[in-house]
């Protein structure tokens, strides 16, 4: 079955800076979601993206799927404590199986 | 509305004993899938149910079964529990199977601690 690749595994930013987490596969992706867990908390579902070069944004958050749809990126434009948590990709590959990378953990110092 | 359930929320097994984890699907959602996470991982998918019917299994062992039922919860069995099934076990629904239902809504988890 098909892998994604998460990196960074921690990211400890200041407040007010910026804050991106990857996703890479070595094959091709039918889709990917993204995913917010608090600590303690439970995965959130936050966005999907099915098409070559789709850009999608929420508020300071922008999703991006590759070209090939080979790789993912999510990106937070002036953090907030708020945004703290583990940020998962993954995808849904045949079988109605979703695999999930192995989460960017963000700290936000205020 | 409300969200998807789990219960019970902690659970301390030991070695050798099985497990029954039940969830209840928010209210019109047909799926439900069960994930196992452990500590510092992402979730790992076991099961997948759609109608009653097994849609989807991961690379979990047999002593690894679910059900769903008419209502649409479901349980998750574990059978001679294994220090490593400690985990935090998610049940997700969605309204249906496939590409057009992707968005899985998480309930809160059940922690498992096997001694």
């Known amino acids: 079955g098909q892998q994604v690749m998460q990196i960074p595994q921690y990211q400890h930013v200041q407040e007010g800076e910026d804050f991106t987490t990857y996703c890479n596969s070595s094959t091709t992706l039918s889709n990917i979601q993204w995913y917010k867990q608090r600590p303690g908390g439970h995965p959130v579902f936050l966005i999907q993206?099915?098409?070559?070069?789709e850009v999608k944004k929420q508020k300071r958050l922008t999703f991006q799927f590759g070209e090939a749809k080979k790789n993912s990126s999510l990106h937070i434009t002036a953090t907030q404590t708020t945004d703290v948590g583990t940020y998962f990709c993954a995808s849904m590959e045949y079988g109605n199986k979703l695999v999930f990378g192995a989460g960017t953990i963000l700290r936000v110092k205020s | 509305d409300a969200g998807v359930t789990q219960s019970p929320t902690h659970l301390i097994k030991t070695r050798g004993q099985h497990v029954t984890l039940r969830c209840s699907p928010i209210s019109g959602h047909k799926s439900v899938s069960w994930y196992q996470q452990v500590l510092g991982q992402g979730p790992q998918f076991i099961f997948q149910y759609y109608e009653k019917e097994e849609r989807g299994r991961g690379n979990f062992p047999d002593r690894f079964s679910a059900r769903q039922f008419p209502n649409y919860s479901s349980e998750l069995n574990v059978n001679a529990l294994l220090l490593g099934d400690s985990a935090l076990y998610l049940c997700a629904s969605r309204p249906g199977s496939g590409f057009s239902y992707n968005e899985q809504f998480f309930g809160p988890g059940t922690r498992l601690t096997v001694l």
């Open positions: 993206l099915v098409k070559s070069g």
